[in-house]
């Protein structure tokens, strides 16, 4: 009922394309839903999030699109940047508790 | 401070010791929160203090471990017997309230056992 299922394990970007990592979730009681970005010996930083009242939330480069019915979500990264490269974790969280991660995508976007 | 503070940055300890790991977190955060992360894994909830008090410890993998937060800013992670198993990235984080409220991390502390 906590997990969070994440896909894929990692992915290979050229620069300049489109990368889609998507989570699926169970717990229909999850009403907040984070993704995170980490750089190798850093803590997570929010990248974007998205409550599910809402079915797709954009800023800047990065969209999460949100299917409430099916219980999925998913970080869309429109022109990858080589600086983009980093492994992200899409979350959720039950109001007044912790985040529940998902296994996490390490990005490589070629230059 | 900028943001959250986590001392030491890396522990190397021999198996059976007791370590410390300590979190600084932003300035006014009420509520705090450590994680475990595992080489390739996601974060890994422990437990989550709202000022003061632990509001959620079923994190804690077994009696080994142990978290406080007496005045409810810092808060320090203590590990007493360490297992090789125990070696992984310690992570606290702190956010204004709990009300979907954004949760800012630290750096983390690495954790070695021997």
């Known amino acids: 009922q906590q997990q969070v299922k994440q896909s894929p394990q990692s992915l290979i970007v050229q620069k300049g394309g489109i990368s889609i990592i998507n989570c699926a979730y169970e717990n229909t009681a999850f009403d907040y839903f984070p993704w995170y970005q980490q750089f190798p010996g850093k803590g997570p930083a929010l990248l974007i999030a998205i409550r599910p009242d809402v079915s797709e939330k954009k800023e800047g480069r990065f969209t999460i699109s949100f299917n409430k019915s099916a219980k999925q979500f998913s970080l869309h990264i429109m022109d990858s940047q080589p600086g983009d490269s980093a492994t992200y974790f899409c979350a959720a969280r039950t109001s007044g508790s912790r985040l529940t991660f998902g296994e996490g995508t390490q990005l490589t976007v070629n230059p | 401070g900028a943001g959250v503070s986590q001392t030491p940055s890396n522990k190397v300890t021999e198996k059976g010791k007791y370590v410390e790991l300590r979190c600084d977190p932003i300035s006014g955060h009420t509520a705090l929160y450590w994680y475990r992360q595992s080489l390739g894994q996601g974060p890994e909830f422990l437990i989550y203090?709202?000022?003061?008090?632990?509001?959620?410890d079923s994190g804690l993998p077994n009696d080994r471990f142990f978290a406080v937060r007496p005045e409810g800013s810092v808060s320090t992670l203590k590990i007493q017997r360490t297992e090789r198993g125990d070696s992984a990235v310690y992570l606290c984080a702190s956010s204004l309230g709990t009300e979907n409220t954004e949760a800012f991390f630290g750096q983390g502390t690495r954790l070695t056992v021997v």
């Open positions: 203090f709202q000022g003061t008090g632990a509001a959620d």
